[in-house]
């Protein structure tokens, strides 16, 4: 295989890893709603912790992201 | 709208939507074998200064505030109860570190979707790994060293949760300390990440707007909503990243959780 094929489906491959910060961010934001509808007083004070959850979960997925931004423009 | 115009200045329809974030030289400094240049990304860091600092020094003085003094004044209560919810009243002496890493990151990136088309190239410093990696690294180092400082050895406690049973302890230890080390790389890459694949996306799409002529109207309207979006996700990145340095700043506070 050429090496330049190689590494943009290496590149397409890496990216797939965003898929899973998808379903951590839908999970978090829908849990949230949920939690926040049946006790909508003590929504505010957790809305730190659904932003921290949100910032660990998007992080994974971007760890792929950023492999297949190296293949892409770094190697 | 930015993309837009800077797709116009490449000429055609070539799609390179990396051209953005490339870094040009504008004063050529060598400092014996550094280069330290004056760039457009230095020249950008600048702007995000002063547009900021002007943001919350001008018309401070009245006591009815203008509309321009209240934005100051909301982004100055925001961050100010969001450090005394994480980090509590031992943590005030980090509000103005942490107000000013927020203004900073947020106004580097707005100004990288609001730029002058015609006078400046537009470019957001926040979408470069080693711009978001010295400030990422700035506030775990000093967050470590406040840590060892102000606890001593007992900051090793932090790798041990308390309530642990001992047979876990050789499996929990080496994941704490992993949690720790990667810190700084998803704090830094998180930020990075999402400027640049955002503003690529934005470019991307703006390239189909100048490709399908006049019936270009429609990716144009969605283009409208994707720059709203991008505006949401700047200001979100921001508040992220202030949160966590609460967070890695509240854990060198209190080292036992």
Redesign the interface.
């Known amino acids: 295989m050429e090496p330049e094929a190689a590494k943009l489906i290496g590149a397409g491959i890496a990216a797939v890893a965003m898929a899973g910060a998808g379903v951590g961010i839908g999970n978090i934001f829908g849990s949230y709603l949920q939690g926040a509808l049946r006790n909508p007083a003590a929504a505010d004070s957790q809305r730190?912790n659904l932003?921290?959850g949100?910032?660990?979960a998007?992080?994974t997925g971007?760890?792929g992201?950023?492999i297949s931004?190296i293949l892409l423009?770094g190697v | 709208m930015a993309s837009t115009t800077s797709q116009g200045s490449e000429g055609g329809l070539a799609l390179d939507p990396?051209h953005q974030f490339e870094i040009s030289r504008i004063i050529p400094i060598k400092f014996g074998g550094i280069d330290a240049s004056f760039t457009n990304s230095s020249l950008w860091m600048v702007l995000t200064v002063v547009a900021v600092s002007a943001l919350l020094l001008l018309g401070t003085k009245r006591i009815v505030p203008s509309r321009l003094q209240s934005v100051g004044e909301m982004i100055y209560e925001f961050i100010s109860n969001?450090v005394r919810?994480?980090m509590g009243d031992e943590g005030r002496k980090f509000f103005p570190f942490i107000l000013t890493l927020f203004c900073f990151i947020l106004g580097a990136n707005m100004l990288g979707l609001f730029a002058l088309p015609v006078l400046l190239h537009p470019f957001t410093v926040t979408s470069h790994i080693i711009v978001t990696f010295a400030l990422a690294g700035l506030v775990w180092v000093g967050a470590t060293v406040f840590g060892f400082y102000k606890h001593g050895l007992g900051y090793l406690k932090l790798f041990a949760p308390s309530g642990t049973p001992p047979v876990m302890l050789p499996l929990l230890v080496p994941i704490e300390i992993i949690s720790y080390l990667s810190r700084p790389v998803?704090l830094s890459?998180?930020l990075f990440?999402?400027m640049?694949?955002g503003h690529t996306m934005l470019k991307v799409f703006a390239t189909f707007v100048v490709a399908l002529g006049w019936a270009g109207v429609i990716p144009l309207a969605v283009m409208v909503g994707f720059t709203g979006l991008e505006v949401l996700i700047a200001f979100?990145q921001a508040?992220?990243f202030a949160?966590?340095s609460c967070?890695y700043i509240n854990d060198a506070l209190h080292p036992s959780h």
Do not use: G, H, K, Q
Request: charged share 10%; aromatic share 20%; no cysteine.
């Open positions: 730190t932003f921290i949100f910032a660990l998007e992080a971007l760890f992201l950023l931004f423009f | 990396m969001m919810d994480t998803s890459v998180r990440a999402n640049m694949a979100l508040f992220v949160i966590l967070m």
